[in-house]
């Protein structure tokens, strides 16, 4: 995996004896670490960390949640570990995962290890102006179609048939993110969360369809294989701690949502996903259509459902900062986004329940 990496704060860094532990565990799995294991803490990642494992030529992904600071169901690297487990032989590109330890005495936290996948990891609008716009345009639509294949895959064939439950998706979904709010949210904006989550709940639509969801698919999530500029790929979707069953096209509009600028604010600098040079909303949607996605029912509920999932994720990022477990661009800045998440979550109820 391709990106720059960051210095570990004193929180963030694996010990020696830790290292030494998850040598033991993989090499208990009959993972050859002939050396010592070397940890760098990978740029990026709000939710969990992400480690590049080195042993001599040998390297290795670890992800793992945060120490400190966390929210329920939003770190979790067990769901991780399973869904990507199902979908290794799939059509949906995925790091193949080797090793799960749930047993937090081996270095803080649960963790797991996957298969390092070479490629570049595009996350600031910096990345993106080092590709040519065919290429950037080749890679949006790669993207649309890695989505709407992930959401042909038949979950009872790949052993996920239990994964989640098959219908109330949305509602379940509301309930979750009411509750994270509940937990870690900002006072100086309950009203209009309150607001937006009742609206929510009122004009909750059915249910059509039941896939495999990701749940955070943008361009950063995944890692590209850019190697023939003339057909780039998707190499790996990543970060999937917050897979289930559940409504696809919740998927589309989470993606979707992320477009907007004030997604900089969380990320702390101007975002690959918020460049002009990406596709819009509309045409996100309509190439999902093309690329075989179901249809788009109920567009601007999911819509607003997704900008209070975000604004939620923005609360969960300050509330780390304020306790202190994280530091670093955006944990300063998410706080201010959650307003204007909120807002647009309201609009979008205020625009129509149309589909596309």
Known sequence: MTSNAAPSSSSQSLTDDELRRV??????????????????????????????????????????????????????????????????????????????????????????????VSGATIRTATDLDGLEDQVVGTVSRRLIEALAALHRVDAEKVGLAGFGRPDGYAARQLRRWTGQWELIGDGSHAVAAAELSRRLAASMPAQGTTSIVHGDYRIDNVILGLDADDDPRVAAVVDWELSTLGDPIADVAMMCTYRHPVFDLIVGQPSAWTSPRIPDISSLAQAYATAGGVSLRAWEFHLALAYFKIAVIAAGIAHRARVGAATGPGFDSAGEAIGIYLDLGLHALDSGGGAI
């Open 23 to 116: 040598a033991e565990l993989m090499s208990a799995r009959h993972i050859d670490v002939a050396a010592g294991l070397d940890a760098t803490l990978i740029a990026g990642g709000r939710s969990n960390l992400t480690y590049r494992l080195d042993a001599g030529e040998t390297s290795w992904v670890l992800r793992m949640p945060p120490r400190k600071g966390r929210t329920p169901s939003a770190h979790d690297v067990a769901r991780e570990y399973r869904v990507t487990k199902a979908l290794a032989d799939s059509a949906v590109p995925v790091a193949r995962p080797l090793l799960l330890c749930e047993d937090e005495r081996v270095i803080g936290a649960p963790f797991t290890v996957v298969e390092h």
